[in-house]
């Protein structure tokens, strides 16, 4: 399979804070990758750089081959990146469907599409998104990142704050989209148990620094490296 996004030797932070340090990463085209780590470890600061939003300070990202740094980040969404970050940051005063409509990009997910996914945006389909509920929030920004049609999903921990059932109910619609394939996931979460059964690879990161680069399945499989570097958000089986 071709190589999607590789990272080399990335050091990033906000302005003179360095908060990712030496960070190596690739992902192949259709792959799913769980990004994880506790609170502050730089998960989000890693999604950030890739779009631009966190500072560069050392290393290399491409994106396709092609030298991702170079791409403003006010084009990196039609370059590949679709971000769903954490405030999921939908227009309040549209509607579910223009809200979807204007992120459109040509491409297999259309409107249709995204119905199907998310059979609870199409009842929606009218409503502002002021009147939605913070789970199908959280769908109509997913929605919205797909509608671009891009080559890389950036989930920023899409089950926060939801009740466990509708947490579920979206742990299931992402394991759907990760399985549809077509492009790759990288999923940022708190709690490892429920994404890790979703995604090929898995990166954790401490305090900046990769610690592991490998598996879901391995990861999985070792309570003791997850109880070290996750603590007990990994071991609940319960949504969040
Ligand atoms: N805009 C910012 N300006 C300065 N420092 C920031 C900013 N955003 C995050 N940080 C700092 O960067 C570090 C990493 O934060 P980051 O949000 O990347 O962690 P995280 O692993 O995603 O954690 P969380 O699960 O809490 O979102 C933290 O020390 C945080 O305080």
Request: proline share 5%; no cysteine.
């Amino acid at each position: 399979m071709t190589e999607l996004l590789r990272l080399e030797g990335v050091w990033a932070g906000y302005g003179s804070a360095m908060v990712l340090e030496d960070i190596a990463l690739t992902l192949r085209e259709g792959a799913s990758l769980a990004l994880l780590g506790r609170n502050g470890m730089g998960k989000t600061t890693l999604l950030a750089t890739l779009m631009g939003a966190a500072r560069l300070r050392r290393g290399r990202m491409w994106l396709r081959g092609a030298d991702l740094a170079r791409v403003p980040p006010q084009r990196r969404a039609a370059a590949g990146l679709g971000w769903v970050p954490q405030e999921r940051d939908i227009f309040a005063s549209l509607t579910v469907e223009e809200n979807l409509a204007v992120a459109a990009r040509p491409g297999a997910w259309d409107l249709a599409a995204v119905y199907g996914l998310f059979p609870r945006l199409r009842e929606r389909r009218g409503n502002l998104g002021s009147q939605l509920s913070g789970g199908e929030q959280q769908m109509l920004a997913m929605g919205r990142a797909l509608m671009l049609n891009p080559r890389i999903m950036l989930l920023d921990e899409p089950l926060e704050g939801l009740a466990p059932l509708i947490a579920q109910e979206l742990l299931g619609i992402i394991g759907d989209m990760v399985r549809q394939g077509g492009m790759s996931v990288i999923l940022v979460e708190q709690h490892a148990r429920q994404i890790l059964p979703l995604t090929e690879m898995a990166l954790v990161l401490e305090r900046g620094r990769v610690v592991y680069d490998g598996s879901s399945a391995a990861l999985a499989a070792d309570p003791g490296r997850l109880d070290q570097w996750l603590g007990v958000a990994a071991r609940g089986a319960t949504a969040p």
